[in-house]
């Protein structure tokens, strides 16, 4: 079988920590090109692993040899980078959240539809074992009818492991569109969709309080209602300090409970009202881009999805769902509503 031949858009941490070294571990493929506007960027990764090096990815796309485009660029590029490697024939890969808008990202799903191409967006979290253990769990109907739930993701802040520090693009508006809930919230978001279905309805406080240099949120709280009437709260924070990192999930069931990545030796924990207690260890979930497990299984998904043809587990469609959730939340902050999706 010939490999398939990938290019990353954009060398900060993401594709430094996630995306090279695991497409480089993957048999099926070959890292054919990198691109970063920072031509000392591109370079270093380039001579890493055997690329070639470009400063303009539309350069890089006229590359006929180059089948799938990881894109790890700054939010605000994230919409018309994916459609320009779309309509150049690549399969693409997106970082989350996929773009900045519900029509960014109706325009990416249209693109790949219009090229017969496959669009995949990283929400890395449907591949941690204990989510997909959770999930099993649900859907056996084990934990009678879910009632409430509660998720967080917080750390403390993109300035800790951003190759740019605290002058990265994460904090600056016009480049981030959003900050916490943008990089934490959404993944959450479609965690949460991923385990319990569509919602239906959105309320959030969302505030810049913990970082004076962001022009983006750092702290948010958000209410959400799935259409089936599940209740729960999804909180995002840039402003948790490195020894108090959260990833964790709540499921609260009519006979029992989940406690998903809240335990530091149990990945997943059981609680039933019969007094039954499972403890399952499973592998590390990741809390910062460069923490926790060794492969997301992100890059292995997508590549197999090209390779046999299939549809991967998070579509355009999936990632716009997603999207909406926290583009209702900052809705509800400017309202001071609760705004129905």
């Given at each position: 079988?010939?490999?398939?031949?990938?290019?990353?858009?954009?060398?900060?941490?993401?594709?430094?920590?996630?995306?090279?070294?695991?497409?480089?571990?993957?048999?099926?493929v070959?890292?054919?090109?990198?691109?970063?506007?920072?031509?000392?960027?591109?370079?270093?990764?380039?001579?890493?692993?055997?690329?070639?090096?470009?400063?303009?990815?539309?350069?890089?796309?006229?590359?006929?040899?180059?089948?799938?485009?990881?894109?790890?660029?700054?939010?605000?590029?994230?919409?018309?980078?994916?459609?320009?490697?779309?309509?150049?024939?690549?399969?693409?890969?997106?970082?989350?959240?996929?773009?900045?808008?519900?029509?960014?990202?109706?325009?990416?799903?249209?693109?790949?539809?219009?090229?017969?191409?496959?669009?995949?967006?990283?929400?890395?979290?449907?591949?941690?074992?204990?989510?997909?253990?959770?999930?099993?769990?649900?859907?056996?109907?084990?934990?009678?009818?879910?009632?409430?739930?509660?998720?967080?993701f917080?750390?403390?802040?993109?300035?800790?492991?951003?190759?740019?520090g605290a002058?990265?693009?994460f904090?600056?508006?016009?480049?981030?569109?959003?900050?916490?809930m943008?990089?934490?919230?959404?993944?959450?978001?479609?965690?949460?969709?991923?385990?319990?279905g569509?919602?239906?309805?959105?309320?959030?406080?969302?505030?810049?309080?913990?970082?004076?240099?962001?022009?983006?949120?750092?702290?948010?709280?958000c209410?959400?209602?799935?259409?089936?009437?599940?209740?729960?709260?999804?909180?995002a924070?840039?402003?948790?300090?490195?020894?108090?990192?959260?990833?964790?999930?709540?499921?609260?069931?009519?006979?029992?409970?989940?406690?998903?990545?809240?335990?530091?030796?149990?990945?997943?924990?059981?609680?039933?009202?019969?007094?039954?207690?499972?403890?399952?260890?499973?592998?590390?979930?990741?809390?910062?881009?460069?923490?926790?497990?060794?492969?997301?299984?992100?890059?292995?998904?997508?590549?197999?999805?090209?390779?046999?043809?299939k549809?991967?587990?998070i579509?355009?469609?999936?990632?716009?769902?997603?999207?909406?959730?926290?583009?209702?939340?900052?809705?509800?902050?400017?309202?001071?509503?609760?705004?129905?999706?």
């Open positions: 079988m010939s490999k398939l031949k990938v290019a990353v858009v954009g060398c900060g941490s993401i594709a430094r920590y996630r995306h090279l070294p695991e497409y480089q571990l993957n048999k099926n070959e890292i054919a090109a990198v691109c970063d506007i920072v031509p000392e960027r591109a370079e270093e990764m380039a001579e890493k692993y055997g690329a070639k090096a470009f400063t303009d990815y539309q350069e890089l796309l006229k590359l006929g040899e180059v089948d799938v485009i990881s894109v790890c660029l700054p939010n605000y590029l994230h919409a018309p980078v994916s459609i320009d490697a779309l309509n150049a024939g690549k399969h693409v890969l997106c970082e989350k959240p996929m773009a900045t808008s519900s029509e960014e990202a109706e325009a990416m799903i249209a693109a790949a539809k219009e090229n017969g191409k496959k669009l995949m967006i990283g929400h890395n979290q449907r591949f941690v074992a204990s989510h997909q253990k959770a999930k099993e769990i649900i859907n056996s109907g084990k934990l009678g009818r879910i009632t409430s739930f509660k998720t967080t917080g750390h403390g802040g993109p300035e800790d492991w951003s190759i740019d002058e990265s693009w904090f600056k508006k016009e480049q981030a569109f959003i900050g916490a943008g990089d934490l919230g959404v993944h959450k978001a479609d965690l949460m969709r991923y385990l319990l569509e919602f239906s309805e959105v309320g959030s406080f969302i505030e810049t309080n913990a970082k004076n240099f962001s022009e983006v949120d750092d702290n948010a709280v209410i959400l209602r799935t259409v089936d009437g599940v209740i729960g709260t999804l909180a924070s840039w402003a948790y300090t490195s020894n108090s990192a959260d990833n964790s999930t709540i499921i609260y069931g009519e006979k029992g409970v989940l406690k998903i990545e809240a335990d530091p030796e149990y990945s997943l924990i059981e609680q039933y009202q019969n007094g039954e207690v499972i403890y399952h260890k499973l592998s590390k979930i990741q809390t910062n881009e460069d923490g926790g497990q060794t492969t997301t299984n992100v890059i292995d998904h997508f590549v197999e999805a090209i390779l046999e043809d549809e991967p587990l579509t355009g469609e999936e990632g716009k769902k997603s999207l909406e959730i926290i583009l209702a939340a900052i809705e509800s902050q400017v309202s001071k509503r609760i705004v129905s999706l």
